[in-house]
């Protein structure tokens, strides 16, 4: 199982970036699929879930309004749609099936 992160960059608050999870070697639509996040010096979050059977999500607090997670069952992708973004979203995100982890990618956010 791999999954392959991208998306991440330098953006400014306010702005908005849309991040990708491609997995491979994993066909279980059943299992959620998550997203993570750290920041400098905390410990990882969860940023949100979804499963792909029914296409339902929840978020944390910090996330609702501004995130949407989603996926293409097609095309083996996870997706973390990010608007209005601010300082303290500022970290590497990850993306995560059961025990799989991502590599993670950065994303920081200028104020």
Not at 54 to 65: E, I, L, N, P, T
């Amino acid at each position: 199982v791999q999954l392959v992160e991208s998306g991440g960059g330098l953006v400014q608050a306010g702005g908005s970036l849309r991040l990708s999870c491609v997995v491979s070697g994993f066909t279980d639509n059943f299992s959620p699929m998550k997203w993570y996040r750290q920041a400098p010096g905390k410990e990882r979050a969860w940023v949100a879930s979804i499963l792909t059977s029914s296409g339902s999500s929840v978020y944390a607090d910090f996330a609702k309004g501004r995130f949407t997670i989603s996926a293409d069952t097609a095309k083996n992708t996870m997706y973390l749609q990010m608007n209005n973004l601010r300082y303290e979203d500022t970290a590497v995100y990850y993306c995560r099936i059961l025990k799989y982890w991502g590599q993670g990618t950065q994303v920081t956010v200028s104020s």
